[in-house]
């Protein structure tokens, strides 16, 4: 029988369709978030010109300016990179000692991966957009609402400007991504979970409609980015 490098043809052949049946669910996944990519930067635009505007100033309007404890998710003890850099280390620390993680508790850990991952990458975003705010929830933050002031001023920094994407959805959706891909079963409370979050933040006229949206697309990415790299690395170290 003929061999192709160092392989008889038949075993050619099984190594080939191994392949491709991990490359293909992932080429499937890479097209469905690229046009998921393309929708939301449609519906970014659509609801700028159309929906963010009246709908904020419609929760202002009916509810009234929200004064919220801002300062207090501000403080070292309950600042969220700090609780995820923290997990970061125990776990990783537990991995080092050999330990061998369980499903769910692998899915921890790639959900704080993602959190942290997902921090940098929606801060970089921000000033990149550099967006206002629906309504004012501080000092020297510019909002539609108190400063009539709406859009986008790119390469801006400052908090006057950190609109866009949301960082609530984006954290929200970076946690609860991991589960919803992991645990087909818990899906439907992944989802729902998310959906209040975003809602809760649009009435509470802390984000514009558009910006959970994007926030929730940034957060999902960083889930399934952390999850691929899982995944591509679990199929190299199967034998084959």
Known sequence: MPELNGLAADEFIVVETQLAGIVSPMSRTFKAWVVSLGAIALFTWISFLWVDKPVALWVAKAFGQRQLPVGLSETPVLSLPLIASGLFVVLGIVALAGRRFSKPEMTIAMSVISTLATIVVKDQLKFVFGRTWPDSWGPGVLSLVQNNVYGFHFFHSGKAFESFPSGHSSVAAAILSLPFIMFPKLRVACAVSLLAID??????????????????????????FVVAFWRARTAEAEPR
Do not use: M, P
Not at 205 to 210: E, K, T
């Open 199 to 224: 809602i809760e933040l649009v009435v509470l006229n802390l984000h514009f409609v558009s910006d959970v949206v994007a926030g929730n697309f940034v957060g999902c990415s960083t889930g399934l």
